[in-house]
T-cell receptor
Framework: AQSVTQLDSQVPVFEEAPVELRCNYS??????LFWYVQYPNQGLQLLLKYLSGSTLVKGINGFEAEFNKSQTSFHLRKPSVHISDTAEYFCAVTHYNQGGKLIFGQGTELSVKP | EPEVTQTPSHQVTQMGQEVILRCVPISNHLYFYWYRQILGQKVEFLVSFYNNEISEKSEIFDDQFSVERPDGSNFTLKIRSTKLEDSAMYFC???????????FGPGTRLTVT
């Protein structure tokens, strides 16, 4: 069975500082990986995805993530955050042959302070 | 840009009542999903739907739940007899094919009293 662990439930940072949100997954088969963002009172928006190919994936709003198969990680990074990045971030995994069901992590609340 | 829509945005119901949550997926999408998020918890998969039938369901999706695509555009989730623990945000999602990118609706907040 697959599982996703987001190691930090809350990450407070100052504006313009770099940030890393950590995600580890567990799976015995090949997976696809995703990061979604949820702004207050809104739905889930796809930030980026890893399906295959280059392990460094770039997404919207200046975010990027690196797939590390040996460490089963898919950490999300941004070199300089803005107040508007304040939101909940979810890492998710799906097995490529499993009909697309997404397994989500617990979420990380990113709080950007001025 | 096409988007998934959900109605209502907030539904309050009494325990034991039936509720129907509605979703309009993106028009050329073929795979449909329902997820839920209990307040303060992670998003959980409920059910997936393809080719007019359920393709997978979770343990949460018991006999009290059902899904339907009645008219080729709407995708509904019905809870026959709501319980207090059904209170959650329910998200609908859809995707077009094997790129596995799911597009989510804004959610329906269900409150069972």
């Amino acid at each position: 069975a697959q599982s996703v662990t987001q190691l930090d439930s809350q990450v407070p940072v100052f504006e313009e500082a770099p940030v890393e949100l950590r995600c580890n997954y567990s799976s015995s088969v090949s997976v696809y990986l995703f990061w979604y963002v949820q702004y207050p009172n809104q739905g889930l928006q796809l930030l980026l995805k890893y399906l295959s190919g280059s392990t460094l994936v770039k997404g919207i709003n200046g975010f990027e993530a690196e797939f590390n198969k040996s460490q089963t990680s898919f950490h999300l990074r941004k070199p300089s955050v803005h107040i508007s990045d304040t939101a909940e971030y979810f890492c998710a995994v799906t097995h490529y042959n499993q009909g697309g069901k997404l397994i989500f992590g617990q979420g990380t609340e990113l709080s950007v302070k001025p | 840009e096409p988007e998934v829509t959900q109605t209502p945005s907030h539904q309050v119901t009494q325990m034991g009542q039936e509720v129907i949550l509605r979703c309009v997926p993106i028009s050329n999408h073929l795979y449909f999903y329902w997820y839920r998020q209990i307040l303060g918890q992670k998003v959980e998969f409920l059910v997936s739907f393809y080719n007019n039938e359920i393709s997978e369901k979770s343990e949460i999706f018991d006999d009290q739940f059902s899904v339907e695509r009645p008219d080729g555009s709407n995708f509904t989730l019905k809870i026959r007899s709501t319980k207090l623990e059904d209170s959650a945000m329910y998200f609908c999602a859809s995707r077009t094919g094997p790129n596995y990118e799911q597009y989510f609706g804004p959610g329906t907040r269900l409150t069972v009293t």
